[in-house]
């Protein structure tokens, strides 16, 4: 205990210190000085500085449990409140009158209802937010629809066999929960939710760095998993990222995902963290931005000396950068363009996975090459596989289902994607994942991104779209 929580503070007092160079919180009724902590926060110094100077316990607890705040050097408490009375929070109440989970036809329906239960919050959001115009977020989703079917016939597919394995896992089906960060905003069992749900159904999880719950229960409840990283500059910032990657191998990690695609993080306009600091609340929002912008090539020997988990790069988006990881001894890779939240106009997903397996091919390379963004459907799962991937991470797509229904939307979630993609694997004639080839798959239109395209209106007058009937 520190030797200040005894320190009566008046609120007044907090108020003062709004700066970057300055700054206090009160958290749960305890005054915390983050200066220094703001500059190693995992989720970027702007989460803080927007309630620098303030009772940010709302907010706090919206990505967080109480006890994460053990983490915290005792040098940071600066005293306590007098008086203090817990914030109430009538925002954001769940819609009571849901449809059952037994009516949930698709991956679509599960988002109609998380929409519903997180309107009128910043959750939605923060999840929907994208660099820029987000024309990259929703390229991901579309390059799947260039994409077609060249199905074998006469094939005995009575049974199928779905498993594959990634990474030393088999999985039941080529897929995992992706790393989405601050799980609780979305749902009270946040990240405890997503990791019963993939050990039970039989996947892995990616467990993301930024989470609402401590990794060590996290893991208690899922059991296996694999750890996503952020790195950090400077010493101190090396110091931590060590902590972190040391614990994650102590619980039983598996494999390291560093992410390499955020040197500074990408303009997303939605974001309200984002919104605040474009209008001059919380400090510089360039600096506030900055990522480990110094990582190298050469820092991978600094991670392989920290750990024995399989290294994985998570943000490659070019096959001269995938050539290099090869090289370079990385166990697997991540094609991913941080859900279209990065560099504006990065290109989808999917044509990269196409251009990157063709170079590792011409070099002989084995590494595994995984693949997220934009996969809503099993066919898409099947449409991946096909063209080189060895399995795909589920990122908005499971947050939606968490949003929804907890644990079991998520098991829902799965257990839909697993039905969609056994079907289409038996439709394509293929008994087993290994089947599913790029003969299979004709995607000539794959890389002609187009923004706009002329409309036959008097066909499409008399088109009813599909929708949720939720």
């Known amino acids: 205990m520190s030797p200040n929580q005894g320190r009566i503070v008046q609120l007044a007092e907090v108020y003062k210190h709004d700066k970057a160079e300055d700054c206090w919180v009160v958290l749960h009724g305890v005054v915390y000085d983050l200066t220094e902590f703001v500059k190693l926060h995992p989720g970027g110094a702007q989460a803080i500085l927007t309630v620098a100077g303030t009772d940010a316990t709302k907010q706090f607890a919206a990505f967080h449990t109480k006890e994460i705040v053990n983490e915290l050097s005792d040098s940071c408490v600066v005293g306590v409140i007098a008086g203090y009375q817990p914030q109430t929070d009538q925002e954001g109440k769940v819609d009571q009158d849901l449809p059952p989970i037994q009516a949930m036809m698709n991956t679509a329906d599960l988002e109609a209802v998380a929409r519903r239960r997180l309107r009128g919050t910043?959750?939605?959001?923060?999840?929907?937010?994208?660099?820029?115009?987000?024309?990259?977020?929703?390229?991901?989703?579309?390059?799947?629809?260039?994409?077609?079917?060249?199905?074998?016939?006469?094939?005995?597919?009575?049974?199928?066999?779905?498993?594959?394995?990634?990474?030393?896992?088999?999985?039941?089906?080529?897929?995992?929960c992706s790393s989405v960060a601050a799980n609780k905003q979305y749902h009270n069992d946040g990240e405890l939710a997503i990791a019963r749900a993939c050990k039970n159904f039989g996947v892995p999880y990616l467990v993301p760095m930024i989470s609402g719950y401590p990794l060590a229960e996290i893991a208690r409840e899922g059991g296996r998993f694999w750890f996503q990283l952020y790195s950090s500059p400077g010493i101190e910032g090396r110091?931590?990222?060590?902590?972190?990657?040391?614990?994650?191998?102590?619980?039983?990690?598996?494999?390291?995902?560093?992410?390499?695609?955020?040197?500074?993080?990408?303009?997303?306009?939605r974001?309200?963290?984002?919104?605040?600091?474009?209008?001059?609340?919380?400090?510089?929002?360039?600096?506030?931005?900055?990522?480990?912008?110094?990582?190298?090539?050469?820092t991978l020997e600094w991670f392989r000396a920290i750990t024995k988990m399989k290294l994985v790069l998570k943000g490659i988006q070019r096959a001269e950068d995938a050539v290099m990881a090869a090289r370079n001894g990385v166990d697997a890779i991540v094609i991913s363009n941080h859900g279209g939240r990065q560099l504006e106009f990065s290109r989808a997903t999917l044509v990269t996975l196409q251009e990157v397996t063709v170079a590792l091919?011409?070099?002989g390379s084995t590494m595994p090459v995984l693949v997220d963004g934009g996969i809503r459907r099993g066919s898409d799962v099947a449409k991946a596989i096909a063209l080189g991937a060895a399995a795909v991470g589920l990122g908005r797509t499971?947050?939606?289902?968490?949003?929804?229904?907890?644990?079991?939307?998520?098991?829902?979630?799965?257990?839909?994607?697993?039905?969609?993609?056994?079907?289409?694997?038996?439709?394509?004639?293929?008994?087993?994942?290994?089947?599913?080839?790029?003969?299979?798959?004709?995607?000539?239109?794959?890389?002609?991104?187009?923004?706009?395209?002329?409309?036959?209106?008097?066909?499409?007058?008399?088109?009813?779209?599909?929708?949720?009937?939720?």
């Not at 902590?243 to 102590?250: I, L, M, N």
């Not at 600091?277 to 110094?294: C, I, M, R, T, Y």
């Open 239 to 269: 110091k931590k990222v060590e902590e972190r990657v040391r614990q994650a191998e102590a619980l039983g990690g598996e494999a390291l995902f560093v992410t390499v695609d955020s040197p500074h993080l990408g303009r997303r306009e």
């Open 398 to 470: 499971s947050v939606f289902s968490l949003a929804a229904y907890g644990e079991e939307g998520v098991a829902k979630c799965l257990e839909i994607l697993e039905d969609e993609f056994r079907r289409t694997q038996q439709l394509l004639g293929a008994t087993r994942v290994t089947e599913l080839t790029p003969d299979l798959v004709d995607a000539r239109s794959l890389r002609m991104s187009v923004v706009a395209t002329p409309t036959r209106t008097l066909y499409a007058d008399q088109y009813t779209p599909l929708k949720s009937s939720l």
């Open 271 to 298: 974001d309200p963290y984002f919104r605040n600091f474009s209008k001059g609340v919380g400090g510089n929002l360039h600096a506030a931005n900055q990522k480990d912008a110094e990582m190298t090539w050469e």
């Open 361 to 363: 091919r011409a070099i």
């Open 122 to 176: 910043t959750a939605i959001d923060y999840i929907d937010s994208a660099a820029d115009d987000e024309v990259t977020h929703r390229e991901n989703g579309l390059a799947f629809d260039r994409v077609f079917f060249r199905p074998k016939i006469l094939v005995n597919v009575k049974a199928v066999d779905t498993t594959t394995s990634v990474l030393g896992w088999k999985l039941k089906i080529p897929l995992y």
